[in-house]
């Protein structure tokens, strides 16, 4: 069997098919949603490896406030752990709907940067409002990708009501007892998520590029701040 499968491949090579990575290579790079595709793709992977491993991946990426001073990075790695198939079914479908068609609008490295600053925005708003609390998954990012859709979508002069209604939903969702939701990173994403959408709306024009840039790295520095001086209050 083993030669069977060396000699198809051989011949294969020779008469100049592509193999099969090639083609998945070629197939990936005809996307037009690379980055919500490998954002979709390596938080199932974690989910999937997590479950093997009996939760280490949880225990490594999770975000609390307490780790600030010594790993920062758990603001961001903390957005690709989830607690449960339910968790992780819903934010990887919501991501596949939204962020496609989000990258669509704006482009691979501006629905990235949303992304992240939102994601960012749900760990600032938990250090402000719930500094003991430990936090996983995308649910954060992905109201901010609600927020910045609906921003969107008023300023090309769509009706996004309906888009709003679904927000509110969900958010008063996370206020129900016995949700075990975190709400406080919903609100951190969904304030980030108005702004950066905000600024893409008002950044449009190619002239305005170099201006757009300039506040999204403010963005992301004052939510930086804000974390930190979220954390000096709690310990303080």
Not at 68 to 96: C, K
Not at 127 to 156: E, K
Not at 199 to 205: C, G, I, L, P, S
Request: proline content about 2%.
């Amino acid at each position: 069997m083993r030669e069977q499968r060396a000699k198809f491949t051989e011949n294969r090579r020779a008469s100049g098919a592509p193999t099969g990575l090639t083609v998945a290579r070629r197939r990936f790079a005809m996307l037009d949603q690379k980055a919500t595709v490998v954002i979709v793709a390596v938080s199932v992977l974690i989910w999937l490896l997590d479950q093997v491993s009996r939760g280490f991946f949880t225990q490594l990426f999770f975000f609390n406030a307490a780790y600030l001073p010594t790993q920062p990075w758990r603001m961001v790695t903390s957005l690709f752990v989830h607690s449960g198939f339910l968790h992780i079914a819903f934010n990887m479908w919501a991501v596949f709907i939204f962020g496609r068609m989000l990258e669509n609008m704006l482009g691979t490295w501006r629905f990235l940067a949303l992304y992240f600053l939102a994601g960012l925005g749900g760990s600032m708003a938990v250090t402000l409002i719930a500094p003991g609390s430990s936090v996983v998954g995308a649910s954060g990012a992905i109201f901010g990708l609600f927020a910045a859709f609906f921003m969107l979508q008023r300023s090309l002069g769509g009706n996004a009501v309906s888009l709003l209604v679904i927000i509110g939903l969900n958010l008063v969702i996370g206020f129900l007892p016995g949700t075990n939701i975190s709400w406080q990173a919903h609100v951190g994403g969904i304030a980030v998520g108005f702004l950066t959408g905000y600024v893409f709306a008002k950044t449009r024009n190619i002239r305005k590029r170099n201006l757009q840039i300039a506040l999204l790295v403010a963005e992301a520095v004052v939510i930086v701040a804000l974390t930190y001086v979220g954390y000096a209050i709690a310990i303080g």
